[in-house]
């Protein structure tokens, strides 16, 4: 009997466990209206160091076809808050941005802010392009570039930086 009674509560304590202990998604495939798809991952430090995860990030964007950047963001962060808001509202220019980008998200307050030799910054969210293998090429941008954090104001400007390069 008492077989039959925990076999009866094991579904309820699976699915208990599943809604209060909900799996993470750390990367999502969005579509946007123009059917151009982009990429965004957010990197752990329990799953190795930066570069390691950023080298294998790499090839997964160069499988997709998708240009490769890094942003360091945080969730207290009025300007990474707007711009991840933008995304998920659907808002037209800010997908416009994104559009074949396969964007990695670190958190500094996981991260820390900055390895000293690859990426030194003091503002975030800051975003650096990296090259195929996953090293930064250089060309950075933060959330200073466009003042109001709008998508009418951030928009334009991460369209640039993400498709001039």
């Known amino acids: 009997m008492q077989k039959k009674f925990l076999f009866a509560l094991l579904p309820i304590f699976l699915l208990a466990c599943n809604f209060l202990f909900p799996p993470e998604q750390s990367q999502g495939t969005f579509q ?3 059917t ?3 990429v965004i991952s957010r990197i752990h430090t ?3 160091d930066l570069m390691t995860q950023l080298a294998s990030e790499a090839a997964k964007a160069k499988a997709l076809g998708l240009s490769l950047f890094i942003e360091f963001d945080a969730s207290w962060c009025p300007s990474c808050v707007a711009v991840t ?3 998920e509202a659907g808002d037209a220019s800010t997908l416009q941005a994104f559009a074949g980008v396969y964007l990695i ?3 500094v307050d996981e991260w820390g802010w900055g390895d000293g030799r690859n990426f ?3 503002a975030i969210p800051i975003y650096y392009q990296l090259d195929e293998s996953g090293n930064p090429t250089g060309a950075m941008i933060d959330g ?3 003042g109001e954090d709008i998508p009418e104001n951030f928009g ?3 369209n640039e930086f993400f498709h001039t390069r």
Request: charged letters at 30%; aromatic letters at 12%.
């Open 36 to 38: 151009e798809k982009y």
């Open 46 to 48: 329990d799953n190795g």
């Open 156 to 158: 334009p400007v991460l």
């Open 105 to 107: 998200r670190a958190d």
């Open 32 to 34: 946007t209206p123009s």
């Open 144 to 146: 200073g570039a466009w």
């Open 85 to 87: 808001e933008s995304i």
């Open 120 to 122: 030194d910054f003091n």
